[in-house]
Structures are given as structure tokens and as C-alpha cells.
T-cell receptor
């Protein structure tokens, strides 16, 4: 069981470039999430997917798009990167159906936009 | 106003004392409440969850929930240097959405 995996681990982009962050989980979880964490800050929800085929905006969705490719995979795309998107990005997954189920987090992707 | 509020700290507590961390939330429909610990450069890891009013204890950790006051807290007894970390409060509603607070930095001094 790999849990939640994220690729890449590190990435440097120039302003205006695009990229896709990949996330996959092998725990058969229904819900998946993308968060960003800026230095000294908590996690801010970008987008989430309650189940395969659905996606919803979180707190800070502007500048991002997501795709729930199947039950296992949830990708985050930056169409035109900006320095304000420099952050650590965490993907998480969770079973739905019970309010007590915790989120499991991936190791994070450190993104720098110059 | 943020949906989930925490004091950013740092909170400095002597070793062996009780550390008290607080969190307030704005959505009265919130149903689930989580405390995560995050060491620098690492992913968050779950310490406690609670979903009914009252106290829940697990070892040195106690989570307290007061839905009427929209307040959740975490007590750490017999604080150890290894407890030094950032503690994140997270709140979930009826849908799958889970929102985090900005975190409280806790420092345990020997």
C-alpha cells in the first residue's frame, strides 16, 4: 500500500508556464482534495472531489483547474503559473459516508514560480 | 472572516506542563472536527477527531467540543519536546469539504 502519492516532489516554473500536479491513492477512497500551504500558514483548500465524476471549488480556486480522472487519480493544473502560486501543494484522500474518517495526505509538491 | 480560526502562536510551554490549543469555526452545520500535527517540512498527521459535544481522550491528548459556542480545543498533558510542532484544526461539514485553520505553533521548552 503506497497510500497517497504525488508527483513531482519539486518543480520550478517560469511565470506563464503551465503544469499538472498528479495525485493517486490506492486506498479505494471516495473523496480527494488539493490544498496549498504557504510558509507559516495552514492548509487552504483549492478544490475537492467528493466522488468520482464530481469536483467542487474550495477556498482559493482561482488560477487552478482539476480533473478527477477516475477513483484513484485527482490532478491539479496550473494553466498560467504566477509567482503567487509558489507554495507547497498537498493532495489528500478520505473515505466518505462517516464524519469521523480522517484525511490521508501525500508527501507534498514544492512549487516555485519565478 | 475565515471559516476556521486559530491563534498562530508561538505557544511556549514548559516540559511536563499542559498545552492548551484552541479553535473556533463559523459554520454551525459543521459535523466533524479534527486535530492534525505537522512537523516542519512534513505532511499533516491526525492526532484526534471528535464529532459529538464533550471530551474525548486518547493517551496524553484530550479533544473538547462545544457546538453551541462553536469551539474546539486540544489539551496535551505532560508535554514533551517531541510535541513541538504546528497543530492544525480542521472542520468538516455535511458534504466532503474540510477546511483547516492557519495552525498554532507549539514549542515545548526543556
Amino acid at each position: 500500500n503506497a497510500g497517497v502519492t504525488q508527483t513531482p516532489k519539486f518543480q520550478v516554473l517560469k511565470t506563464g508556464q503551465s503544469m499538472t500536479l498528479q495525485c493517486a491513492q490506492d486506498m479505494n477512497h471516495n473523496s480527494m482534495y488539493w490544498y496549498r500551504q504557504d510558509p507559516g500558514m495552514g492548509l487552504r483548500l483549492i478544490y475537492y472531489s467528493a466522488s468520482e465524476g464530481t469536483t467542487d471549488k474550495g477556498e482559493v480556486p482561482n488560477g487552478y483547474n482539476v480533473s478527477r480522472l477516475n477513483k484513484r487519480e485527482f490532478s491539479l493544473r496550473l494553466e498560467s503559473a504566477a509567482p503567487s502560486q509558489t507554495s507547497v501543494y498537498f493532495c489528500a484522500s478520505r473515505i466518505t459516508g462517516s464524519s469521523s474518517y480522517e484525511q490521508y495526505f501525500g508527501p507534498g509538491t514544492r512549487l516555485t514560480v519565478t | 472572516q475565515k471559516e476556521v480560526e486559530q491563534n498562530s502562536g508561538p505557544l511556549s510551554v514548559p516540559e511536563g506542563a499542559i498545552a492548551s490549543l484552541n479553535c473556533t469555526y463559523s459554520d454551525r452545520g459543521s459535523q466533524s472536527f479534527f486535530w492534525y500535527r505537522q512537523y516542519s517540512g512534513k505532511s499533516p498527521e491526525l492526532i484526534m477527531f471528535i464529532y459529538s459535544n464533550g471530551d474525548k481522550e486518547d493517551g496524553r491528548f484530550t479533544a473538547q467540543l462545544n457546538k453551541a459556542s462553536q469551539y474546539v480545543s486540544l489539551l496535551i498533558r505532560d508535554s514533551q519536546p517531541s510535541d513541538s510542532a504546528t497543530y492544525l484544526c480542521a472542520v468538516g461539514g455535511s458534504a466532503s469539504k474540510i477546511i483547516f485553520g492557519s495552525g498554532t505553533r507549539l514549542s515545548i521548552r526543556p
